[in-house]
């Protein structure tokens, strides 16, 4: 607790630094980080996919349930 201001401005400092490093990588590569647009309709179609077969297994689940106790 000694140097709590003097630990704090460091950090601040290394963060700074951090950031304008990273803004200047970003700067001279803009095209990191992009997404394609067949990565998100990948994506989507995945969720999707898990949603229908979800709710197809609830609803099942759902109207046989009485029948299915025995299992």
């Not at 990588?25 to 990948?42: A, K, N, Y």
């Amino acid at each position: 607790m000694k140097y709590t201001a003097h630990h704090a401005y460091r950090l601040v400092q290394e963060l700074t630094a951090h950031l304008e490093s990273r803004l200047e990588e970003m700067r001279t590569h803009p095209d990191q980080g992009d997404i394609s647009i067949t990565t998100v309709i990948i994506w989507v179609a995945s969720v999707t996919g898990a949603l229908v077969i979800a709710g197809t297994i609830a609803v099942i689940v759902a109207k046989y349930n009485g029948k299915l106790n025995g299992i």
